[in-house]
């Protein structure tokens, strides 16, 4: 603002600015692929940790020629902060096979969008102001390829605080 006996003096002003800005990300697959199968065979194998010190209460390693490994660990505790430093723990192996699937074109291009789209969503605070969507999918060796771009409209403006003695 120009006054005639202020001066020129910096003023704030209150305003939503909004601007188009693209999120884009892509991923590609085969379309032959490993998928992990649970068998519903399982072992599990107990332990206590004295400190660095373990004591295995099991002899053997899991049967399993492929497995997953899930960990359960707690910590004693004497009152609603201390802890000690004992810590019971157990190991459960979960059996799995691996079976070799085939996907066709669209089965493999459905769900890659989906995982990208659960990808962008994640990155984007308001989906409603999605005005845009584009797919764009590439044949690659054996498989596809999916690019996906949102086009959002974001408020872009920054409150700042005005220095006045700017020349």
Do not use: C
């Amino acid at each position: 603002m120009e006054g005639k006996y202020t001066g020129t003096r910096y003023v704030h002003s209150e305003a939503e600015i909004e601007a188009r800005v693209w999120y884009e990300t892509s991923k590609s697959m085969t379309y032959k692929q490993q998928e992990k199968i649970y068998t519903g065979n399982s072992e599990k194998r107990h332990y206590i940790k004295l400190n660095n010190f373990q004591i295995n209460l099991y002899k053997s390693l899991p049967k399993f020629e492929k497995y997953d490994t899930i960990n359960e660990r707690k910590k004693l505790k004497i009152f609603s902060n201390f802890y000690l430093p004992i810590e019971l723990g157990i190991d459960e192996y979960q059996e799995i096979t691996s079976v070799e699937k085939e996907y066709t074109y669209e089965e493999l291009k459905d769900m890659l969008v989906k995982n990208l789209e659960d990808e962008l969503s994640e990155r984007i605070e308001d989906k409603s102001k999605i005005v845009n969507k584009q797919i764009n999918v590439k044949e690659i060796d054996e498989g596809i390829e999916v690019q996906l771009i949102y086009e959002v409209l974001e408020n872009i403006g920054v409150e700042e605080e005005i220095d006045n003695n700017i020349q």
